[in-house]
């Protein structure tokens, strides 16, 4: 599995951004996918998980009710992030469990992508 996430970028406070996260040798559809983040300093945390069906949505709570994570193909799933705070500032990272259906635990998950930085200014 080859986990590439893109759509970060600069932001101001109040903006949303979409990430993506792809993968190259379609395994997506057998699996939950994530979206973990971590800020300089900081551990890596859980953002939100899509399980293998896209029927069953878990988020931190942080994030509920301005993100929302979705999938739309065997080889894609994204991260529509509305009204981002600078708190949101962060490396965000895809990752695969290559089982249907995790937690929200670094764990559950065994593929990972490289990141991608978002950066929310006040």
């Known amino acids: 599995v080859q986990l590439q996430a893109s759509g970060g970028g600069l932001v101001q406070a109040g903006d949303s951004l979409r990430l993506s996260c792809t993968d190259s040798?379609?395994?997506?559809?057998?699996?939950?996918v994530g979206w973990f983040r971590q800020a300089p300093g900081k551990e890596r945390e859980f953002v939100a998980v899509i399980n293998y069906r896209g029927g069953s949505l878990n988020y931190a709570d942080s994030v509920k009710g301005r993100f929302t994570i979705s999938r739309d193909s065997r080889s894609t799933v994204y991260l529509q992030m509305n009204d981002l705070k600078p708190e949101d500032t962060a490396i965000y990272y895809c990752?695969?469990?290559?089982?249907?259906?995790?937690?929200?635990?670094?764990?559950?998950?065994?593929?990972w992508g490289q990141g991608t930085l978002v950066t929310v200014s006040s």
């Open positions: 990752a695969s469990s290559a089982r249907p259906i995790a937690g929200s635990r670094t764990s559950d998950f065994r593929y």
């Open positions: 040798r379609r395994t997506f559809s057998n699996n939950a």
